[in-house]
């Protein structure tokens, strides 16, 4: 139905439109920004090839992607406030779009690490914008299920990249994998020009700001920039660089901690913070951002992990590794409107995350025993396992965010929600790959201790003995942080139970106490 049979809410985005269609319109560009960055990592060999890089030089078009979006995320809430809110959402469709156009145009690295910089400018703003239209175009009773539909955009990207970016690399070029945002890109911001709305309270609140003046806060900006830019390439860098052992790796800790602690201090009394920190005196939000930091923590540990496992130690291809976690992202699509239905309205949001990190704490340990001869069809069913229980937490932990907070802060939160996920991700890239190093020689060592001329391996050829030795010591780290992994995932269980609970059916501004 194209438009709506009741009245819209005061913030909403659909106007006159149906609200469910204008939820499938804005989630259009952040499920081609999501996509994106899966294609390129698939891409990432041929587009250093073709730009002459190295293979160092090459993980700089990921991290400065990383870095500027990294910048970009937790300021987008203060910049739809001024800017306003749809007009925020078109310039960061249209500078993805154009700067997707000059990626895939580059002919020099540096051309390209500047076009990605811009790419991870606009895509930035994406995510906090689109979960700003939705909490604000819908009830607190609807909020469960649109989250489900924006949910799909999250799982089902990250699942077909992979396999899109490989078809348009072999078949077509590198080129293709950005060109393809071009049409994607034009049809978003057609639509939302014609269809999304500008509500009058958000105008008149604009406007209200801009008769006061902006007390633009540069402190603010320059603290987030350096410090989450700085954070990110720390992260990015860590198992690189030798860990503590290098002095950038130090220097970079040093910045970062110093510009964090500051901007803490320096947001929460400002009048105009470019990073609303306040939000945090929410109990529910404070909660919520914990548990978006976790759920991006386990998932893009496990995501990365397991191509690994499967590529270097079980020989699969490309493929049969990506059919593996496809089939997770399968079930979990599948499952997501079920997860739509019953927060908030049947279970409680508080009994459902719980529930989600119980199941997923337990895959986990369940997946820390594996062997070499673990077959194709376990490991996809010990996947599916594992996520599963994913759309029972980003749906009900999405919706517990916004409680209590005030109608107008919703940009505000969705920024840091958004910025505190993609910050968790990072963490656990960087944890999964440092402790994998680690282990791995933790293992060697006490393997190559227990060899002896008198036991039972000492026929074998030191080559040979050296390839099991390292096969086992690699098996050995990979079971090592699957079980940590589980175990954090449990013992985050006494903090669900902080959540507030309401006694029926979500009322008024606030959903699944």
Not at 212 to 223: E, H, K, P, Q, S
Request: net charge neutral; with cysteine; hydrophobic share 50%.
């Amino acid at each position: 139905m194209l438009y709506a049979t009741r009245p819209a809410l005061p913030r909403s985005a659909a106007g006159i439109y149906n609200p469910w269609m204008i939820a499938v319109i804005v989630s259009i560009a952040p499920f081609m920004e999501i996509l994106d960055t899966t294609i390129a990592n698939v891409a990432l060999t041929h587009i250093s090839g073709s730009l002459a890089a190295s293979q160092d030089q090459s993980t700089w078009i990921l991290t400065s992607y990383l870095v500027s979006n990294a910048v970009i995320l937790p300021i987008s809430g203060w910049l739809s406030n001024v800017v306003g809110r749809k007009r925020f959402y078109m310039i960061c469709v249209a500078l993805f779009t154009i700067s997707s156009v000059l990626c895939a145009t580059a002919t020099s690295l540096d051309f390209m690490l500047f076009a990605r910089v811009l790419q991870g400018l606009g895509g930035g703003g994406l995510a906090p914008s689109t979960q700003s239209m939705l909490a604000d175009s819908f009830p607190p009773s609807k909020r469960g299920q649109v989250f489900a539909l924006y949910g799909l955009t999250v799982v089902a990207a990250p699942a077909i990249g992979p396999v899109l970016g490989g078809y348009l690399t072999d078949t077509l070029s590198w080129h293709w994998v950005f060109l393809i945002n071009l049409p994607v890109g034009l049809i978003a911001m057609t639509l939302v020009s014609i269809f999304v709305s500008e509500p009058p309270v958000i105008i008149e609140e604009r406007r209200a700001m801009l008769a006061r003046g902006i007390n633009v806060d540069y402190v603010g900006f320059a603290l987030v920039a350096l410090g989450f830019g700085t954070l990110q390439i720390f992260l990015d860098q860590f198992s690189e660089d030798d860990g503590f052992g290098s002095p950038l790796i130090r220097l970079l800790f040093v910045i970062f901690t110093v510009c964090i602690a500051t901007l803490m201090v320096w947001e929460w009394n400002h009048d105009q913070p470019v990073m609303n920190v306040r939000l945090f005196r929410h109990r529910s939000f404070a909660i919520a951002n914990f548990l978006l930091f976790m759920l991006g923590f386990m998932l893009l540990s496990s995501s990365q992990l397991l191509p690994q496992f499967t590529q270097s130690l079980l020989g699969y291809s490309s493929e049969s590794s990506g059919m593996v976690l496809g089939l997770g992202g399968v079930a979990t699509i599948l499952i997501m409107p079920l997860s739509g239905i019953l927060t908030g309205r049947v279970v409680p949001a508080k009994w459902l995350i719980l529930g989600a990190f119980a199941e997923m704490g337990v895959a986990f340990l369940i997946l820390s025993h594996i062997n070499l001869d673990v077959s194709f069809d376990r490991l996809a069913m010990l996947r599916v396992l594992s996520v599963m229980a994913l759309p029972f937490m980003f749906i009900p932990i999405s919706t517990v965010s916004y409680d209590g907070l005030p109608a107008a802060s919703n940009a505000e939160a969705s920024a840091i929600t958004n910025f505190i996920r993609n910050l968790g991700s990072s963490v656990g890239i960087s944890f999964s790959s440092t402790m994998l190093a680690h282990r791995t020689q933790f293992h060697h060592a006490r393997l190559v201790e227990t060899i002896t001329p008198y036991n039972s391996l000492a026929h074998y050829s030191i080559p040979q003995l050296q390839s099991m030795v390292q096969t086992q010591a690699v098996l050995l780290s990979y079971t090592d942080i699957f079980y940590v992994l589980g175990v954090m995932t449990l013992m985050s269980l006494p903090v669900i139970l902080l959540i507030r609970t309401s006694s029926g059916p979500p009322k008024g501004a606030s959903l699944a106490h």
